[in-house]
């Protein structure tokens, strides 16, 4: 998870390929304007390339990681100031990540996540559990 956030914290480094599926996607999360799923790394490149130019001083950390089995819970803070604006970015979300063989296959967004967590299981209508078997 460091190798991802130090590969984040450099836009023009783009995703860390040794760290993704050639085929992988990046689902935002369904309350983001532009919310859509973004297939392959060069467009995961370009979505992590407009987070930089909207914020060029942003900060990815993970607050929070569980793992279970090939799916794991991220709980991540984004920090960083308006390239126009200068006004301050504080936001924190959930991430879910599906690992194949050591790599990323897919990451999904959620803002909506509840804050602790783990919440109780009926507060998780809309969030797949990475921890429960199907």
């Known amino acids: 998870m460091g190798a991802v956030r130090i ?3 450099q836009p023009e480094a783009g995703p860390a390929p040794e760290l993704w599926h050639d085929d992988a996607e990046y689902v ?11 297939r392959g790394l060069s467009a995961i490149q370009t979505f992590f390339a407009g987070w ?6 942003l900060s990815v950390q993970p607050v929070e990681s569980r793992p279970n089995g090939d799916r794991m819970f991220v709980w991540v803070r984004m920090t960083g100031h308006g390239a126009t ?3 301050p970015l504080d936001l924190e979300l959930a991430h879910v990540w599906t ?8 990451i999904e967004e959620y803002m909506d996540a509840p804050r602790p967590w783990p919440p109780p299981a009926s507060r998780l209508p809309s969030i797949p559990s990475p921890w ?3």
Request: proline residues 6%; without cysteine; aromatic residues 6%.
């Open 85 to 87: 604006s200068g006004l």
């Open 52 to 57: 930089f130019a909207a914020y060029p001083d």
């Open 7 to 9: 590969r984040l914290g």
């Open 99 to 106: 690992l194949e063989d050591g790599k990323i296959r897919r």
């Open 132 to 134: 429960t078997s199907t």
């Open 28 to 38: 935002n999360a369904r309350e983001d304007p532009d919310a859509a799923t973004h």
